[in-house]
């Protein structure tokens, strides 16, 4: 099974601030970890949402606006996709990544695969 995460530390970082070298050190390590075991499949920073857009369909009529969803995007800044055999495996994973990212909170939604190819 595959989730997708999104992370939200409980302190939101400081904008230009550069981050912790050890902590990034071990950040890193723990991702390389897991991609080695195939738990990690993607990772990655959400950006602001000013620089993203926004699509919507509505009977027919198509718009889009500059921005993202400021409400979806006020807090998180981070989302992981991962690969687990169960949730209870996966929730042992998101505790692993939480005693390295520091206080946070994760987030976590299954993902559905395209149908079995036959």
């Known amino acids: 099974m595959q989730f ?5 530390p409980a302190q939101q ?13 071990e950040m890193g390590k723990m991702m390389a ?3 080695a075991k195939g738990v990690l499949v993607g990772t990655g920073a959400i950006m602001r949402a000013a620089e993203g ?6 009977n027919g009529d198509y ?3 500059d921005g993202a969803d400021q409400v979806l995007a006020a807090k998180v800044v981070g989302f992981a ?10 929730m042992t994973q998101v505790r692993h990544f939480l005693d ?3 206080d946070a909170t994760v987030d976590v939604f299954p993902l559905m695969g395209p149908p079995p190819q036959t």
Request: proline content about 9%.
């Open 4 to 8: 997708i995460t999104f992370y939200t």
């Open 13 to 25: 970082p400081v904008p230009g601030a550069m981050p912790n070298p050890k902590h990034t050190e």
């Open 33 to 35: 970890e897991m991609s």
């Open 53 to 58: 857009a926004q699509a919507t369909l509505h």
């Open 63 to 65: 718009k889009i606006r």
């Open 81 to 90: 996709i991962l690969q687990s055999q169960d949730k209870e495996t996966l």
């Open 100 to 102: 390295v990212a520091g």
